[in-house]
Structure formats: C-alpha cells, structure tokens
C-alpha cells in the first residue's frame, strides 16, 4: 500500500462548479499537507498548504485536513477554465534534515467552459 | 529571479547512449531535488542534495544513474547507459530551509529513449 493514495481522474467538470480533491495517506506522523497544481507540460507549484489539522481558505480554494480519518481535500469554488490542471497532494514528516515529500500521483481535471 | 533552470528541455537519444540532464537551482536555496514524472508512476524522488551533498539517494532507480552538484548553483543527472524505460519528464527543485519545505520546479526535461 502506498502511503498516500490519489484517484488519478480524469475528472471533467462545468465552468462554476464546485470541484472536490481528496487524498488519503497512512502516515500519522505527516504534519505538512500540501496541493501542487502542475499546468500541461509544465513543473508543479505550490498552491495551498496546511499545517497540522484544519481549513485553510484562500479565494475559491479552500484546504481541509482530517487527521482522524487520515483524508485531506481540496475544494474549488466557481471553477474556472483555468482550473484546468494535475492536482497533486504532498504530505511531510517536518523531521530535522529530512526534506522528502511523500506524494500523490495527481489528479487530472478539465473546467469546460 | 529567474526560477530553476533546466536544460535541455527535450531530448531524444537512442538506447545505450549517455544523457546528462542539467539544472540551475534558485540562488540562495539550500536544497536541490531530483524527480522523474511518469503516467504510471507519477512523481519518484530520485536524489536530493543539502548544501552540494548527496542526502539521499535511495530512489535512484540503479546505477546507470548518476547525479553530481559541484557548487551551489549547478547539478547534473547523469544515465548511462540510456534504455527505453527511461523515457520520463525530469524535473530539478529547490528549496530553502523553511521547514514547511516547499519545492520550486523548472520546467523539466521530456527524456525520449528509443
């Protein structure tokens, strides 16, 4: 079993819907969860984080954390066909000198106008 | 700043052959990351290196692969010899020591093996 699951998609929705990414992992010792959005044929970019448990919003985007259920989502509101994207979660330990990301293997979503 | 640089952006080499992927990390980071990105696999951490030193590299996948950073600002990774299930997006990163550690991606090389 991996440590971090992600349903690879494709998912393809309407302009203005409300889209939701999840992410599950096995590791209780993550503190660090992340999203990466990664543009076609581009590298990933960091664009939520959060620290521990918790929700995080940032403008259409909102970071939920489930450490009871070992589940992270990523919603998006009123998406837009600039949403379209690869979605990857990533999970660390904050351990000292230990600089790896545990990642998921993304996910593939289309925003139809 | 210019962001992580890598070259060359496409390569397209025949089986056996040696490739050497390079990378420019953002001035100032403390740390640079190697990763292979494929449809099945997704994103594989290779090696990564604190301050020029290998810290690990326990995800390089044997030992036709090599990685190399000679100073701060310069790193190589290194496959020879070349086979066809090699064929993969290469990406070069680089962080600071902030320990929310988060990794700013070149571009990637797209490494074709016939």
């Known amino acids: 079993q991996k440590e971090v699951e992600q349903d690879p998609g494709p998912l393809s929705v309407p302009e203005g819907a409300i889209v939701s990414l999840n992410c599950t992992y096995s590791?209780?010792?993550?503190?660090?969860f992340m999203w990466y959005r990664q543009y076609s044929r581009k590298g990933p970019e960091l664009l939520m984080y959060?620290?521990s448990s918790g929700n995080k919003e940032d403008g259409r985007f909102t970071a939920q954390v489930d450490k009871s259920s070992k589940y992270i989502s990523l919603f998006i509101r009123d998406s837009q066909p600039s949403d379209s994207a690869t979605y990857l979660c990533?999970?660390?330990?904050?351990?000292?000198?230990?600089?790896?990301?545990?990642w998921g293997l993304g996910t593939s979503l289309a925003v139809n106008p | 700043d210019a962001g992580v640089i890598q070259s060359p952006r496409h390569e397209v080499t025949e089986m056996g052959q040696e490739v050497t992927l390079r990378c420019k990390p953002i001035?100032?980071?403390?740390?640079l990351f190697w990763y292979r990105q494929t449809m099945m696999r997704g994103l594989e951490l290779l090696i990564y290196?604190?301050?020029?030193?290998?810290?690990?590299d326990s995800g390089m996948p044997e030992d036709r692969f090599s990685a190399k950073m000679p100073n701060a600002s310069f790193s190589t990774l290194k496959i020879q010899p070349s086979e066809p299930r090699d064929s993969a997006v290469y990406f070069c990163?680089?962080?600071?020591?902030?320990?929310?550690?988060?990794?700013?991606f070149g571009p990637g090389t797209r490494l074709t093996v016939l």
């Open positions: 990163a680089s962080s600071t020591r902030d320990p929310l550690n988060e990794q700013f």
């Open positions: 001035s100032g980071h403390d740390y």
């Open positions: 290196f604190n301050n020029n030193v290998p810290i690990d």
């Open positions: 590791n209780s010792a993550f503190q660090y």
């Open positions: 959060t620290y």
């Open positions: 990533a999970m660390s330990r904050n351990a000292g000198n230990n600089r790896k990301l545990i």
